[in-house]
């Protein structure tokens, strides 16, 4: 079976492509610094806590475990504070992705699958959006996968055989149905889980960030796609690449999108609390509308998602929610 490692796969999306690649009896090695990731993830396969700003430990790594392929989830996600402080988005997600990918052009690996994000689009001008709109990003965060993503077409067309694909995804959510695992960052900024935690009573009450978009009801509205689907899409892609295929940039959603509003009903239907919501300004650079034009992943790789529903989404999340209060995790 085929060698993977995997960059943060400590983490929430890494954790869950760990767990799939590791039923399919994949060889697995994480590499994570465990910043935000978790020992406890990590469900299959070795775990390296290191840097990836560390090139000689990354070096040693890739000599021993001589992977046929990389997994690159490790990455600073936060919007807002990538506003704050862009030097360490840039660092983390761009210096620390030319350190592995000089690695991997180092010791001759050529697989790369790339976590980038629908913030390289900045506002699209077509809903649902095709791979093909301009990178546009809005946002320090956006830049920086915007920036690996063309540092990743450069190398392609180098013709040293480098071979990538790289997932544009829209909004992650939900958990891993077994409940083993789930989204566990110190300070969550999404939506789903801002809501799950004021129903909890973690927070006193939930804000809507605008009300006054050009929407049907006023709020943001989003592509709310299941973790599990997203790891399944990174299986397949994993496996086209092991098969020779070629280079290639594909949204990850479900073609369909929720509205903030319509969210929180949804939790408080699922949990069965009524919490206290409250209507605020709007949270600069949000979009109105994110939804995948999806036919491209699923033409191409005949992905076909499971979990399109946002109620088994947000139970699943709400599972894990208490099962980590219960087990402390
Ligand atoms: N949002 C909100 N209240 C919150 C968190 C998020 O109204 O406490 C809105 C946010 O403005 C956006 C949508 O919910 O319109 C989804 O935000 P999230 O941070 O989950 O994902 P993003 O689309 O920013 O990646």
Redo the contacts with the bound molecule.
Sequence with gaps: MAKILVTGGAGYIGSHVVKLLGEKGYDILTYDNLSTGHEWAVLYGKLIKADLADKETLRKVFKEFKPDAVMHFAASIV?PESVRDPLKYYRNNVVNTLNLLEVMEEVGVKNFIFSSS??VYGVPEKIPIPETEPLNPINPYGETKATVERILRNLTNSGNGFKYVSLRYF?V?GADPEGKIGFAYPEP???????LKTAKGEFEK?????TDYPTPDG??V?DYIHVMDIAEAHLIALEYLLDGGESEVLNCGYGRGFS?RE?IETVKKVTGINFKVVE?P??PG?PAV?IADNSKIKKKFSWKPKYDNLEFIIKTAWNWECIKNRDNL
């Excluded at 900024?189 to 809501?195: D, K, N, V």
């Design positions: 919007v629908a913030a909004n959510a900024t999404h939506l789903i889980i801002r809501a939930l804000e809507i960030y605008g709020t943001c989003r903030v969210v605020a709007r949270r949000d994110l």
